[in-house]
């Protein structure tokens, strides 16, 4: 088959990024959900036979993380690189992230080339000397307007709170280096308008927009009161400040300014995956700085929802004592990827919680998928020896299965590739899931057995087939989302040795009826899904 559109050698990759990081402390389950969101778009799209780059990494200056190391007794050096070594790359690795770079902000290949971009800026006039005075939040490293801010209470009475970290602002006066976003905003609004599907969802669209309807101020892009950060280079007394920093992250990555075939090959993203609370620097500051080089801009911002547990964001000081590592103990890895990404619509907020996740994994997973799975393998190797036989007597039942597959790739590639509804797009596998259920109970295979002629014969082949058959499917559909169960129920099928390695796979052939071939060595592997017992609870 010849290769078209983004198989063609040369055709641009299909970049996805996460946002980097801060490496203040170890990574929450909010910084793992939209990772491993990151990683099931990017790993559906290779299943495409799309070129794919994903991206992940850490943001490693500021004075946030200065404070931090400062607080642990290390340098900022040697915290980010015990966080780093010892716990992000581990999780992603535990998680199955299968990102092609991990970008560090301490790189070399990072830092110089962040150099080069702001030199750049201010040759051109884009960047200005000048002061500022305001309130300060040194967890979100953002200056804040008066009327963002809350009013404390308690312990804070009488000071001014962050309406994110709900910590008291700092009053910051500086003489910095000023970029003239002020002068964006109508090119800013003029994109948002002809690209309405920039910025996601909706009401994170209509939020930036109102935003920049009210004027942008320029923007302090260096810092004079502390010193962990990238020298501007041309006054090395400032830094630049750390935002500026991070956003390039997603151009140094890809080689600008140093491999400029890579970059064009790659630049820009297709989908930066960031959360609601840094949505503004994603899709009003990266864009405008783009802009002022001369650069093509993002495809897509989408803003992921938070996590939530009690009603609050669920962040450092807010986790009730649960990691990742925790949840996939009890769960196992494939179903952790699985549940959040089925249970919370992304771009929404959501709640977590543990019976939740339990009684979706028995529900949705041990009892629809996993005792699926089971009983076709046992029913081929009771009533075939193991060896799948082949259907020679189909009929409306079948046709309606058939259907029920076609429509269900369709749904789940347009939810999950296009649209980024995961939630939509597992549902949709799961209904077929259903209903594949539904036609075995329909069916009875267990009571055509019992008839020992030709016709019954040939229908009992047909029957288990086509559940067969449809767990063929499912593996493929399934494998950007649990890649370690999916192998093993297509192992158990006996695809891999007609079929060949179920990363060949595509989305597109899922549907293709009559994959699996007749004579395949069935076997009943090991149950996909465990019985839980009940989950420890974290009070």
């Keep these: 088959m010849a290769a078209t559109g983004k198989e063609q050698q040369g055709a641009k990759a299909f970049y996805v990024t996460t946002p980097i990081y801060y490496v203040n402390d170890a990574p929450h389950l909010g910084h793992a959900y939209t990772t491993v969101a990151g990683d099931v778009l990017t790993r559906w799209h290779r299943q495409r036979g799309e070129k794919v780059w994903y ?66 800026l201010y040759d051109k006039g884009e960047i200005y000397r000048g002061g500022y005075e305001g309130p300060y939040c040194v967890g979100c490293e953002e200056y804040k307007t008066p009327g963002e801010l809350l009013d404390g209470e308690g312990d804070y009475a009488g000071q001014k709170l962050c309406p994110i970290h709900k910590k008291p602002v700092e009053m910051l006066k500086e003489e910095n280096y000023f970029f003239k976003l002020s002068e964006y905003g109508p090119k800013l609004l003029e994109h948002y308008e002809k690209n309405p599907d920039f910025i996601q969802p909706e009401s994170a669209r ?131 990827r699985w549940y959040f990404l089925r249970a919370i619509a992304f771009g929404q907020d959501g709640s977590f919680s543990w019976e939740d996740f339990s009684a979706r994994y028995t529900s949705e997973l041990a009892n629809d998928y996993g ?56 549902a949709a596998i799961f209904d077929f899931i259903k209903q594949v259920n539904g036609y075995l109970t329909e069916q009875e295979p267990w009571k055509v057995a019992k008839d020992s002629s030709e016709e019954a014969r040939a229908r009992l082949a047909t029957i288990l087939y086509t559940a067969a058959e449809s767990l063929r499917a499912c593996a493929v559909l399934l494998n950007p989302v649990m890649p370690r169960t999916s192998q093993l129920l297509w192992d158990s099928l006996g695809a891999e040795a007609s079929l060949g390695a179920l990363a060949d796979q595509r989305v597109q052939d899922a549907g293709r009826w009559g994959r699996l071939p007749a004579g395949s060595t069935v076997t009943k592997g090991a149950v996909l899904f465990p019985r839980l017992e009940e989950p420890k609870k974290n009070d």
């Design 55 to 120: 991206l992940t990494g850490t943001d490693e200056h500021g004075q946030k993380i200065m404070r931090t190391a400062e607080a642990n007794g290390v340098s900022p050096q040697e915290w980010c690189d015990k966080l780093v070594e010892e716990a992000w790359k581990p999780l992603w690795e535990h998680l199955e992230i299968a990102n092609d770079d991990f970008i560090r902000t301490t790189e070399e290949r990072h830092t110089a080339r962040v150099q080069e971009f702001v030199q750049d």
């Design 206 to 336: 209509n939020e930036v927009v109102n935003f920049v309807r009210q004027g942008l101020e320029d923007l302090s892009i260096s810092r004079s009161t502390f010193d962990w950060g990238v020298k501007i280079p041309w006054d090395d007394k400032h830094v630049i400040y750390v935002w500026i920093d991070a956003l390039l992250n997603y151009a140094t990555a890809v080689g600008y300014g140093l491999d400029q075939e890579k970059f064009e090959r790659t630049f820009p993203a297709d989908v930066h995956l960031v959360g609601k609370d840094i949505l503004r620097f994603h899709a009003v500051i990266w864009p405008a700085m783009l802009m002022a080089q001369g650069l093509p801009l993002p495809g897509k911002i989408a803003a992921n929802g938070w996590l939530m547990v009690g009603g609050e964001k669920m962040s450092k000081s807010n986790l009730t004592g649960i990691s990742p590592q925790q949840l996939t103990e009890h769960f196992g890895v494939d179903a952790y």
């Design 371 to 426: 005792n699926l799975a089971s009983r076709v393998a046992a029913m081929v190797g009771k009533y075939f020896g193991g060896t799948l036989p082949e259907a020679t007597a189909d009929g409306e039942a079948e046709q309606a299965i058939k259907d029920g597959l076609a429509t269900a790739v369709a749904e789940a590639d347009r939810r999950i590739g296009d649209e980024l509804d995961f939630a939509g797009g597992i």
